[in-house]
């Protein structure tokens, strides 16, 4: 048996019911490997395997959903599902009075498999376990009383699905995601200050296989990590007031994920993450009309790209992965959707943005790759800074808050550098800076080449009701902003 | 499902039958010890927007962790199905064994089970009264009819208002099972239903209100009453004035005050900001950081009508009641086994406070019955003690991460923001962004009301915060949103 024969099996029951518009069913089995160490200790060593099957089902024009565990042969449980969201369709027809109707998509049939070196599941689990301590070791070693405690962590997942809907779309796909990373906390007194590599939020997030972990060479970095965090416990915090930024890649992640990511969300554009997340500034009358940023910003969706965390090859209602730009020389000009919201809003077709975190969770609007374009004829990142004669380089995530319309944010780093006349000067802790969205991508004058591009992404991307965790990207080159408010909170 | 009488609940004899006879034989599967933890059950949510249901859905969940003890490691697996059990337990001892190759600390011990409460002794009829009052046998069998028929009574005083709704009605129903080779049976099972609506106005779409609970028993939800206190917020919102950064007193309503309480749960009231420091209330046991008024607590028992209860943990320790602020004065974590020990304490220190097994990112133990203890004024004289400040219904997108010792957090209003003058309240304000120690402004209370509500917290279906309303002097706002 495949593992696509429940899947169409379950479809085909429902397809004949009477006042069914469309159905589909998605199989998903996710392993999912975390492996987090804490000095000499271990937080959590945990493999967790997880597998059912999710149907959908448009019922005279409202959406029902059901999900039921079981393998991938479990044709009962499919069929229960399928029943069951077949009733939660006709319930919730009984409230609805518009119709959802859903943009044309081609049938699909195939299959993607993300392209790996190592299966992390076939590494010894005491490799692994001996990689994240020599990166503790790395971390602790000097032995200064400041540093308070250093952690190494990686994660794999390993996700296996299958679709089939009712227009004869049948498509299996077999991701993987890898993420590792390293942090260290130091201390003296009241004042802590952390710092991590390659970011907060997971570390670096890739759709690649045990080969990740040892390309981030935490190893080999973890002693300039270290004397940062030391270093910060005495520097200056930040300085209130407003000047010029460069942010690198992974604060810029940060503020493309939540300042142009979720903005973007065409679900939010039409009110429907009201109960929870909010709305959005980018409203539909905007589309193609609204100034979002300088002629320097270009921000685009994309699921192809090699490596990048949301790379697939279909979403979660079949629609194909595609490239789609969301603002272009500085202007909004696209949505991130589903077939349901590009039938709305008339974009023509699906940005192919719908997924699921599991099988127990309906398809519901995500970012993909959402990523900044490098300016060919930019600066790279030391020319950027040569540039600059009088401003704040800011990096590491370390807090974030935004409106409920994606306006106003404030967004902490771990870490930032004075520059003065072209060059960076004292480092500064705790810095912090605010804006509102369209004021500051107009604020961007300078974006950075290809040269410092990195392509960051995280795990935990929150959203839906009940809540779904995503893992999305977001590549891009460092950028310069200019007239932010900065400071440190104090 | 959405059928009465046909909840997909295991239930404690099939459930206990199945893990004790596991946790009786570790030795058959190359085990010292075996700890087996079950959560699951059906979770139905039918959401709200643009006065539509536009995502209705019944999911079956259920999840089986599986810790095995070798020598002096412990390793774990997770699973999603009861037969896959055997394979989960080869998969524990596998870590454990690779975790006996490198150097480091013994694990902790599994936990020991929870000595019975003496029948009769407060104790035993705290818990029973838990144990009754978490599970309601017609919450659970609502399903997406019933949960539909909740929708519509909320979207008519919506409608009516000129606004259009959104929001949600969830309802859960969980149970939990835990047994180890040390002795440990517990079961226990839950219901909940959440109702959340927000009210935009038609023709101004800052305009919002919004009104939100969450209970065991989904006869107490009032659909219509709630609605109405969204739509009559959304209509009071339009025409909203700007105010200029500063210094303001507030009074904030419960939605606002639990969510400061989850951002010092979240980065204080666990093991793990004691272990790196991190925690405001880390090497302060006994210190003043705020005002006498302010006592915080987590209590899976609370005996309050109005509080969410939980019994016991996933590794089936009874949850105690643990007082982080006592009167102004820091108080202790919140503890799970691992969390007890690296802390120093044996492991019988835990509190009962374990993570939820499919909580994949949260670290170390976890406050989730949370409360702030009721004080003696009402609402109204909050207000009449303010001469010119803000009434602020709830918080929106809060970070408590900028510096976790002072409990500096930034953060926004949201769908509530008023002038309040001379005691009154005013013209509705602009959201305004505000970045303040919260220490430090629960050091300046003006007052804490005698009433109290249960507030849904963002992460868990049926999890809430019990939380009065605060008057706070001297709130830090830094700036305000705006249009574009």
């Known amino acids: ?490 | 499902m959405s059928q009465p009488g046909a909840l997909p609940l295991l239930g404690p004899g099939v459930l206990l039958e199945a893990l004790t006879r596991l946790a009786r034989e570790p030795g058959a599967h190359g085990a010292d010890e075996l700890e087996l933890s079950f959560e699951g059950g059906v979770l139905g949510t039918s959401r709200l927007a643009r006065s539509q249901l536009t995502q209705t859905g019944d999911v079956v969940e259920r999840m089986l962790r599986v810790r095995a003890r070798v020598g002096d490691r412990v390793g774990a697996a997770h699973v999603a199905s009861l037969d896959d059990a055997p394979a989960a337990i080869a998969r524990a001892v596998e870590a454990a064994r690779a975790l006996a190759s490198l150097p480091g600390p013994a694990a902790p011990p599994l936990p020991e089970p929870t000595p019975p409460d003496p029948a009769g002794s407060p104790g035993a009829t705290r818990l029973a009264t838990a144990m009754a009052r978490s599970f309601r046998g017609e919450t659970a069998e609502l399903g997406a009819a019933g949960r539909a028929d909740l929708a519509l009574r909320a979207l008519a005083p919506v409608r009516a208002a000129g606004c259009n709704a959104a929001g949600v009605v969830a309802v859960a129903v969980r149970e939990q099972a835990v047994a180890s080779t040390r002795g440990i049976k517990s079961y226990h099972r839950v219901t909940s239903a959440k109702l959340d609506v927000i009210a935009t106005r038609d023709d101004d779409d800052r305009a919002t209100g919004r009104a939100s609970t969450v209970v065991h028993d989904a006869s107490r939800l009032d659909a219509a009453v709630q609605a109405e206190h969204a739509a009559e917020t959304a209509r009071r919102s339009a025409d909203a004035i700007v105010l200029p950064p500063g210094e303001y007193d507030v009074v904030l309503e419960p939605p606002a005050v639990a969510e400061l309480m989850e951002w010092l749960a979240l980065a204080s009231f666990g093991s793990q900001g004691f272990r790196d420091g991190s925690s405001c209330l880390c090497g302060r046991a006994g210190e003043q950081l705020c005002d006498p008024a302010i006592t915080i607590y987590d209590d899976g028992l609370d005996p309050d009508p109005d509080a969410l209860v939980t019994p016991t943990d996933p590794e089936g320790v009874r949850k105690q009641r643990v007082v982080l602020i006592d009167a102004g004065r820091a108080g202790t974590p919140v503890l799970d086994t691992a969390g007890a020990v690296s802390l120093g304490h044996p492991a019988s220190a835990a509190t009962g406070h374990a993570g939820a097994l499919d909580d994949s990112w949260a670290l170390g133990s976890v406050a989730q019955n949370l409360a702030m203890a009721a004080g003696e004024d009402s609402f109204d004289a909050l207000l009449g003690r303010v001469d010119r400040g803000l009434y602020i219904k709830r918080f929106h997108y809060v970070n408590g991460l900028l510096d976790t010792r002072r409990a500096l957090m930034t953060g926004m209003t949201r769908s509530g923001c008023f002038l309040i003058e001379q005691g009154r309240v005013g013209a509705p304000v602009q959201n305004l962004r505000w970045t303040q120690g919260i220490l430090a402004a629960l050091g300046r209370v003006g007052g804490v009301t005698r009433q109290r509500r249960t507030v849904p917290v963002w992460w868990s279906a049926g999890g809430g915060i019990l939380a009065p309303a605060l008057l706070l002097r001297r709130f830090r706002f830094t700036g305000a949103s705006s249009r574009d």
């Open chain 1, 1 to 490: 048996m495949s593992m696509l024969d429940a899947t169409r099996a379950a479809v085909a029951a429902l397809a004949r019911r009477e006042g069914v518009d469309y159905c589909d069913a998605r199989f998903q089995a996710d392993e999912v490997e975390q492996l987090y160490l804490r000095d000499d200790e271990v937080d959590r060593l945990a493999r967790t395997r997880r597998a059912g099957f999710g149907v959908r089902v448009l019922y005279q024009g409202a959406w029902g959903f059901a999900a039921e565990p079981g393998a991938a042969d479990d044709l009962a449980a499919a069929t229960r599902a399928a029943e069951a969201a077949l009733a939660t369709a006709r319930a919730a027809a009984t409230v609805n009075t518009v119709r959802v109707r859903l943009a044309e998509e081609p049938p699909q049939q195939g299959s993607f498999t993300t392209p790996i070196e190592r299966d992390p599941f076939t590494v010894p689990l005491a490799e692994k376990l001996a990689d994240l301590r020599a990166v503790i070791a790395a971390l602790r070693s000097g032995a200064d009383p400041r540093v308070k405690s250093a952690t190494a962590r990686a994660e794999f997942r390993r996700i296996d699905k299958a679709f089939a809907s009712s227009e004869g779309s049948a498509v299996e796909q077999h991701l993987w995601h890898g993420a590792a990373g390293m942090q260290v906390t130091a201390a003296d007194g009241d004042v802590l200050e952390r710092r991590s590599d390659p970011m907060d939020h997971g570390g670096r997030v890739a759709a690649r296989g045990y080969e990740l972990v040892g390309s981030l060479d935490l190893v080999g970095r973890a002693a300039a990590l270290r004397e940062e965090a030391l270093a910060l416990l005495t520097a200056p915090p930040c300085p209130a007031g407003a000047t010029t930024v460069i942010l690198v890649p992974s604060q810029l992640a940060l503020q493309i994920h939540e300042s142009c990511g979720h903005p973007t969300e065409s679900d939010r554009a039409m009110g429907e993450e009201i109960s929870l997340a909010g709305g959005s500034f980018l409203t539909p009358e905007r589309q193609g009309r609204f100034r979002y940023g300088s002629v320097h910003v270009n921000l685009v969706a994309d699921a192809l790209t090699p490596g990048a965390p949301a790379t697939h090859g279909w979403d979660d209602e079949g629609v194909p992965a595609r490239r789609t730009p969301l603002v272009s020389r500085g202007q909004f000009v696209g949505y991130l959707s589903s077939r349901e919201t590009a039938a709305r809003l008339g974009l023509g077709r699906s940005a192919g943005c719908l997924r699921a975190e599991n099988y127990a969770r309906p398809p519901i609007i995500r970012m993909i790759n959402v990523s900044m374009e490098p300016d060919p004829k930019g600066p790279t990142l030391a020319e950027l800074v040569a540039d600059t004669d009088d401003g704040i380089l800011m990096g590491s995530n370390k807090s974030w808050s935004i409106d409920d319309l994606r306006l106003n944010f404030q967004f902490g780093c771990e870490v930032a550098w004075e520059i003065k006349r072209g060059k960076r000067t004292r480092l500064l802790r705790r810095p912090i800076y605010t804006g509102i969205t369209p004021r500051f991508w107009g604020g961007c004058d300078a974006v950075g080449n290809g040269a410092d591009f990195e392509m960051h992404g995280f795990l935990t991307c929150g959203k839906g009701d009940p809540m779904q965790t995503m893992w999305v990207g977001h590549g891009c080159p460092p950028a310069r902003f200019q007239g932010v408010e900065v400071g440190s909170g104090a």
